[in-house]
């Protein structure tokens, strides 16, 4: 007879997996990969995942344990979850068990069971069917919640209702509507009308995807900011739904967008599942849970939603496909937009990338034919393309951060009864407190980073480890007490433009200011209702929103990203950028951009403001070729962390020679070098840069790098991980 024994990924950082005996008493006929089984791990018993059920081992079996319970009768990660995650821990060379955990809600990973939430929905009675809506004109709210209960006779959930609780039950207590728990939906709901026709870009746009529905195809949709992406967006859905499918849509940071989450469920009114990181667990697997049943026909969440097991998948979309968030940065380093690539292909379904400003890597990728690249020229319907103009700050006295030009043009716009939107992509009072006497400047004692004095607090807080502490009122180094903050950050700023705009409300958009739940809501609320007429804000508010009344733009400091050692520093620049005056003049009104800057002459500045992205992009990509860099060739770092610097750049050292000794071909090696800042929260990093024309050579590399690794004795002497297609080097 055959042994039966189960190969399990068991969380751990052991890059393998284990194989386990069957628990007593399991028929493994009955199995299915991507089960969750409890098993002994050294001294503790874990819950893994079910990988496969096999008959031979590499260790002898009256050396295997034995699992201990099977968790799931059907797997809680379907066969392209599970085969998607295989796949990225062997390119990302992340350990299997670990990738797993990391795509499984949490409460799953602590064994709770993944039952079927219900859904708190409400519908009309047989007497509020009868009623006419028209009757409840002065009573706003309860009429609009009749009218969209008359239109969807099945009920609607909860959250598809834009209505306090105390609404809702006044229309109870009337006997009008009542409450129930909508069962897992088979078929879709009435869409609502979308407003808009669309204009033939965007119906140009929809065909040809919608030629491809039930097909791998992979789009590149570029389209200026405002030129109606979302719209073509919500119609793809709407198709994918009126087939009975789902549409999986990954976007950068819902808190940032939380429009965006408005118009998926202003126009399907169905339970959407939300998945971000301000969820709680239960919220969670919730959400998880509905996506998986096939109850929610749409799937809106940020990167680690690409997880999410899917009934029906039919499509999957990728907003904003440059931002750099859509890569995790730690632990499991995967991308989601190449996940979402890898999935859809799998899953012979279409992906659409979408962005004002793609990345160079998904441009490579459309002039080498992989991707269909589908246009949005122009804006909607009369809103023009903002003007820019460069300022150079050299030859001008700034007030707090402001020169003479942005002031008087930002009188103008306000005096015209326009918004402005000034974007500083730091926060705090000023970024440095210096001593005149002697020119010492604040530091981290942590990090190799200035210390940011803010003002509500009066603390010197670091932003990259989270100390603080009182400011210092005498000068550590020569005693001296003439200490001043220098430069602006957006508190700074905030306090300028109260005294130069007395009679104007502002807001600031921060993290300082939004870390109340609720409290970026109301500030955009604030900010697109038009209450507000000055907006100020660091990226928080630059990516997304749609405020209709906004006329003019100013960047104020646009040089960070001109001289980095991150060769991607110039692409995020003008992304940034772009992505900010995108915020001007969407409506009736022309919108201005004004850029503040110290190198008006920077050939790819200008060529930006003058030509706009699609020229900027080309240029930079002939940069990248010329200088072998990606995405014309492929990177990994390899990175390692310790208590000193000698023992991380050493290790590095030892490995850098290691690998020149077995001579891969095709794989340059650079470095060790100091990462840019080398110590943080009191710890030293450096970095290994692996560089190849050839994927397959650098793979292979760090297969047998890591594997080396693993057992080494001086790879215990530090924190190393693998980054492939880093992000930021
Ligand atoms: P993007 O996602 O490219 O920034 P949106 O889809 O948000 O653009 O569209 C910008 C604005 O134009 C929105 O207010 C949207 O409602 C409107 N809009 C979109 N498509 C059309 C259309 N075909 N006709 C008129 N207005 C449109
Ligand atoms: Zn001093
Ligand atoms: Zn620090």
Same mark, same amino acid.
């Given at each position: 007879m055959h042994k039966t024994l189960l190969r399990i990924a068991v969380p751990s950082p052991l890059y393998r997996s284990f194989d386990y005996l069957l628990p007593d008493g399991t028929d493994a006929s009955t199995l299915k990969n991507g089960v969750r089984v409890r098993v002994p791990f050294g001294r503790r018993t874990v819950i893994g995942v079910l990988l496969a059920v096999t008959s031979e081992s590499a260790v002898e079996t009256h050396k295997l344990k034995r699992a201990l319970a099977i968790l799931d009768r059907e797997p809680v990660l379907n066969a392209d979850v599970l085969a998607m995650v295989q796949w990225a821990s062997d390119y990302y060379h992340h350990p299997i068990g670990d990738a797993l955990t990391a795509a499984l809600p949490v409460l799953l990973r602590q064994g709770e069971a993944p039952e079927a939430s219900a859904i708190p929905a409400w519908r009309l009675t047989a007497a509020g069917s009868a009623v006419d809506s028209g009757t409840l004109a002065r009573a706003a709210r309860q009429q609009a919640i009749m009218t969209a209960l008359q239109q969807q006779p099945q009920g609607l959930a909860r959250s598809a209702l834009e209505a306090p609780a105390n609404v809702l039950h006044t229309l109870q207590d009337k006997g009008w509507i009542e409450p129930f728990n909508l069962e897992p939906a088979t078929g879709c709901c009435n869409t609502s009308a979308s407003p808009h026709t669309l204009n033939p870009a965007q119906q140009h746009a929809v065909d040809s995807i919608l030629a491809r529905f039930g097909e791998f195809a992979p789009f590149l949709l570029e389209g200026v900011t405002g030129s109606g992406k979302t719209e073509v967006y919500l119609t793809l859905v709407e198709q994918a739904l009126s087939q009975q499918q789902q549409a999986l849509v990954l976007v950068p940071e819902i808190g940032l967008t939380p429009q965006l989450v408005d118009r998926f469920q202003q126009r399907f009114p169905v339970p959407l599942a939300v998945l971000h990181s301000g969820l709680s667990d239960r919220e969670r697997l919730n959400a998880w849970q509905l996506a998986r049943k096939g109850t929610a026909p749409v799937i809106i969440g940020t990167r680690s939603a690409i997880f999410t097991p899917l009934l029906r998948p039919g499509l999957i979309i990728v907003d904003e496909e440059h931002d750099a968030s859509l890569k995790q940065q730690d632990g499991f380093r995967y991308s989601a937009r190449d996940l979402a690539i890898w999935r859809a292909r799998r899953l012979d379904i279409p992906v659409v990338l979408g962005s004002a400003t793609p990345s160079l890597e998904s441009l490579l990728n459309v002039e080498q034919e992989r991707y269909q690249r589908l246009d949005l020229p122009e804006r909607t319907g009369i809103a023009r393309p903002p003007t820019f103009r460069l300022i150079d700050v050299r030859e001008q006295r700034l007030e707090d951060g402001l020169s003479a030009p942005l002031l008087a043009h930002m009188h103008q716009h306000l005096d015209a009864g326009g918004q402005v939107l000034l974007f500083l992509n730091r926060r705090g009072f000023a970024p440095t407190l210096m001593c005149y006497g002697c020119d010492w400047v604040a530091e981290c004692r942590r990090c190799d980073a200035r210390l940011t004095w803010h003002r509500h607090d009066n603390r010197l807080h670091c932003h990259h480890c989270g100390s603080q502490r009182p400011v210092d009122t005498v000068c550590p180094s020569c005693k001296g007490t003439d200490l001043h903050p220098v430069g602006q950050g957006t508190e700074r700023v905030e306090q300028a433009l109260a005294e130069h705009f007395p009679a104007i409300e502002n807001i600031r958009i921060d993290r300082d200011t939004t870390r109340r739940k609720g409290e970026l809501d109301r500030l955009l609320e604030q900010a697109r209702s038009g209450a507000s007429r000055l907006l100020l804000g660091t990226q928080m508010l630059a990516k997304g929103h749609h405020f209709p009344n906004v006329t003019l733009v100013g960047?104020? #400091?646009? #040089?960070?990203?001109? @001289?980095?050692? #991150? @060769?991607r520093a110039s692409e995020r620049m003008a992304q940034l950028i772009v992505q900010v005056a995108g915020r001007a003049g969407r409506h009736e009104r022309p919108g201005e951009v004004l850029i503040q800057t110290?190198?008006?002459?920077?050939p790819l500045l200008q060529l930006l403001i003058t030509e706009g992205y699609p020229a900027f992009a080309r240029a930079a990509l002939t940069e990248r070729r010329s200088a072998q860099m990606p995405p014309i060739t492929r990177l990994a770092l390899l990175r390692a962390e310790a208590a000193s610097a000698d023992t991380a750049m050493g290790f590095l050292a030892t490995v850098q020679q290691r690998i020149r000794a077995t001579g891969l071909p095709g794989v340059e090696v650079w470095g060790p070098v100091p990462a840019t800042m080398e110590r943080r929260a009191g710890r030293f990093r450096a970095q290994l840069l692996l560089q190849s024309a050839q994927l397959g050579a650098l793979q292979r590399l760090l297969s047998t790098l890591v594997r080396e690794l693993e057992v080494s004795r001086a790879a215990r002497q530090v924190r190393w991980s693998v980054d492939v297609d880093p992000v930021d080097t």
């Open positions: 960047i104020l #400091d646009a #040089d960070h990203g001109l @001289f980095s050692t #991150d @060769f110290c190198h008006p002459e920077h």
